[in-house]
């Protein structure tokens, strides 16, 4: 009796096509494992103390053939900045322009699901990696501005201008605001990446909980609704 062929089967398929089939679909996977193997050494050991040929090795490949794909090491950790990073922004700049609610909401769903996506993946890491080493390296800290900041700058804070024209939002400077959203949220991904590795804290163990209470606590801020407290008597 025979057996029914799978999808994939092909009976006519010599073990020889089977073979070049499989060796197309390890170089199309190829460029993703030596970006995942670079990511991972770069958090691990630094940018600088990552040798090229570490990163083919940590990917199952030899250096010549890790050169066909990235010229240099810089390269590599442009594509892993553009693709971890830069693309997650053009995303959700997506998102924004097709947004039909309330600006409060569309900041606290941008955010929350960014940042969350970040957290939970190995991207995280590229913030360590960038405050740690980017001083040394200009070209690398040109690009992540260009890549990353700058755009990332114009997509919340298109948000908050439209906030404030539409009187849903106090008329506060929108690059202030844009810095006071994100840059605990850079550092919950440094946190996670040193101290965090030897000292997780209670208050970020559900990150996702954590950006939502930090929406929160800057959409409406600490103090209570209402007429301040009387101050208490002196002794």
Not at 3 to 23: F, M, R, V
Not at 106 to 114: I, K, S, Y
Not at 181 to 203: D, T
């Amino acid at each position: 009796m025979s057996l029914p062929e799978t999808p994939d089967s092909d009976p006519d398929a010599t073990p020889g096509a089977a073979a070049a089939t499989a060796h197309r679909r390890r170089k199309a996977e190829r460029p993703q494992e030596l970006l995942d193997a670079a990511l991972a050494l770069f958090v691990e050991k630094g940018f600088a103390a990552t040798r090229a040929e570490e990163v083919a090795r940590r990917a199952g490949v030899s250096k010549g053939t890790l050169y066909l794909y990235f010229a240099s090491k810089q390269e590599l950790l442009e594509a892993v900045i553009r693709e971890r990073l830069s693309s997650r922004i053009a995303a959700a700049a997506d998102r924004v322009a097709d947004h039909p609610g309330s600006c409060a909401e569309l900041l606290r769903d941008v955010l929350t699901q960014w940042w969350s996506e970040v957290l939970r993946s190995d991207a995280s890491g590229v913030f360590k990696l960038v405050i740690a080493e980017v001083r040394n390296f200009p070209e690398i800290a040109e690009f992540y501005f260009r890549e990353v900041v700058e755009p990332g700058q114009r997509l919340l804070g298109a948000i908050v201008e439209r906030g404030i024209a539409a009187g849903e939002f106090r008329d506060l400077p929108a690059d202030s605001v844009v810095h006071s959203l994100v840059l605990p949220m850079v550092m919950l991904c440094v946190h996670k990446h040193s101290l965090g590795v030897c000292h997780p804290a209670e208050a970020l163990s559900d990150p996702q909980r954590f950006i939502q209470q930090h929406m929160d606590l800057l959409l409406h801020g600490l103090t209570l609704p209402g007429p301040a407290p009387a101050e208490a008597p002196l002794p």
